[in-house]
């Protein structure tokens, strides 16, 4: 069993800068990769960034490529989501998940653990 707390979400202006922090409890197998999901009203889950728990091989949306920035602390447990050059479009609920099984890392159903997910404005 693993739990997910994120954290680090809130208001900024276009052009600006969040950290997300995902705190991840118990065991994360080296097997394991960690997602970054989010969601705004009216629409459906969408893929983010992830990253492989061993060897940290990431994966973008088109969408975030170069803006947002996905990396990992092994002995923390902790999973990182720096977003720079914000966008309004970005606004939506941010969750971190565990995938604990092979299939398509842009798939949220391919994800076991998830997080409460946290809240990003950004204010045009």
């Known amino acids: 069993q693993v739990q997910l707390v994120e954290s680090g979400g809130g208001l900024v202006q276009a052009g600006g800068s969040l950290r997300l922090s995902c705190a991840a409890s118990?065991?994360?197998?080296?097997?394991?990769?960690m997602g970054w999901f989010r969601q705004a009203p009216g629409k459906e889950r969408e893929f983010v960034a992830a990253?492989?728990?061993?060897?940290?091989?990431?994966y973008y949306a088109d969408s975030v490529k170069g803006r947002l920035t996905v990396s990992k602390d092994n002995a923390k447990n902790t999973v990182y989501l720096q977003m720079n050059s914000l966008k309004p479009e970005d606004t939506a609920v941010y969750y971190c998940a565990v995938r604990a099984r092979w299939g398509n890392i842009r798939i949220a159903t391919n994800y076991d653990y998830w997080g409460q997910g946290t809240q990003v404005t950004v204010s045009s």
């Open positions: 118990g065991r994360i197998l080296s097997t394991y990769s």
């Open positions: 990253i492989l728990w061993s060897g940290g091989n990431t």
